[in-house]
């Protein structure tokens, strides 16, 4: 008997090897080998028990009886039993896994072959289910494209029907999400071109809108490739892009389309070469700078601005635009963004660091007081933009306060950046000498030094604000005396 259940156990290992063997009736075949099994156990264990039967007869002598070889060997049939139920389960799992991805295949089957040779309805069907299969599945993007999707929903873009291309439009922006392969193919296929007569074909009145967001939708997708940026930025994209978003920011237009518009742009100008096509659209860089009001908006104009100004010709089109700068020192001014605050900065560090005249323009600007408070209160990132910037224009004003000097006495002296230590102590230990120097100096080192202390009393206040101490805090004696000591060299200005 025991042979049999062993054979049996055997014979069901190798049935269950090859994974391709296996057929509907499989689990019908486990439970009979089950039962068979469990059969076979049973009388093994009367057989057993009747053999054994000698030595119950002395019920009382409990510690001397030895363990019954039955128990044990039902133990080991009962886990053999329950390794057997969880064999068939993991099988029976795998074999639905196995169906529904047969039939989730041959159901993409049939939506392709409606787009491939269906009538305008089945194309209009197919398009809306491969929008529903791609939308949250990515093994189902990658089969659809195998399975030849992308062509015919780039051919709906040809239709006169509108809901076709609205169909294709968003079934073609759901088989590129996460997969660059498919935008790759995508853009080899034409889809760009196509997507821009879409536009330019309708004359008459404004596109429509919703053909206008699938569009834009399609764009901030497939310029997430780089291989795709030079082929879009190059196609009259850009264009489009500005004029869905002037429309967009100055009409009642979806918030979701600005934001798509911007990324988009955005994505176009991390591309040098992309940077020309967009400041050579009217007035581009100037509607940028005035929508800076807006903080939905600010943090990714100011990123597109960052790229235009890595270009000499996007620096250029920055410091023509009128009141460029001031636009810009107000930014630092009004926005407690910290991202707001370091792409600023850097467009001004990028500006001061390249061209004198937008250095002079910025002090004009009264940009040395917001960079000052920025160095004590912004984010890191900030601070460090903000001291370099202070950095270039301090070398600058040295070399204006050296050349006025030179030219005025006919000396060859350097000029005096900064006192030593030793001037400061006559200066403060001498009142006439203080008035003596503040009568000496010009209407713009007064007016420089006005600035640091009204900006020390400024952050002073703050400070004291915000350690929670009373509202009419007034510096000590010792404070106003460094303060008024205080010079260009105390300062990173």
Known sequence: MMKFQQNTIGSLAVDHLPAGARNHNLWSTCRRKIIDTISCGGAGYRHTHTVHSPVALNPNNDETKP???????????????????????????????????????????????????????????????????????????????????????????????????????????????????????????GAVHKMLDLINSQTEGLPNPDVCSAIVANFLGLTALDSNKPIIGSSGAVLFLVKTLRSSVEGEANSQVVQDCLRALYNLSLLPSNV?????????????????????????????????????EGRKAISSAHDSFQILVDVLSWTDSPDCQEKATYILMVMAHKSYRDRQIMIESGISSTLLELTLLGSTLAQKRASRILEILRID???????????????????????????RLVRSTDPSKDSEDDTMMSDETKAVKHLVQQSLHSNMRRMAKRANLPQDFVPSEHFRSLTSMSTSKSLPF
Not at 90 to 107: D, G, N, Q, T
Not at 283 to 297: I, K, P, S, Y
Not at 397 to 423: I, M
Request: glycine share 8%.
């Open 276 to 312: 020309l096509p967009m400041i050579e659209i009217d007035d581009f860089v100037r509607f940028l700078l005035t929508a800076l009001g807006d903080m939905e908006v600010s943090d990714r104009i100011l990123a597109i601005l960052s790229n235009v100004v890595t270009t000499p």
């Open 397 to 423: 004003k040295g070399k204006q306060v050296s050349e006025t000097f030179v030219g005025s006495s006919g000396a060859n002296v350097s000029a005096p950046q900064c006192g030593s230590a030793d001037s």
């Open 67 to 189: 363990k019954p070889k039955h128990e044990s060997r039902s133990d080991k049939k009962s886990e053999k039993l329950s390794e057997l139920l969880k064999v068939s389960e993991v099988l029976e799992a795998e074999e639905e896994e196995v169906k529904k991805k047969v039939e989730v295949l041959e159901e993409m089957k049939q939506v392709v072959k409606r787009l491939q040779c269906g009538g305008n309805d089945d194309v209009l069907d197919g398009a809306k289910e491969v929008r529903r299969l791609a939308k949250d599945d990515s093994d189902a993007r990658t089969t659809l494209a195998l399975l030849g999707a992308i062509p015919p929903l780039i051919g709906m873009l040809d239709s006169g029907d509108l809901d076709l291309r609205v169909a294709g439009l968003y079934a073609i922006l759901n088989i590129g999400i996460g997969n660059d392969t498919n935008k790759a193919a995508i853009v080899k296929a």
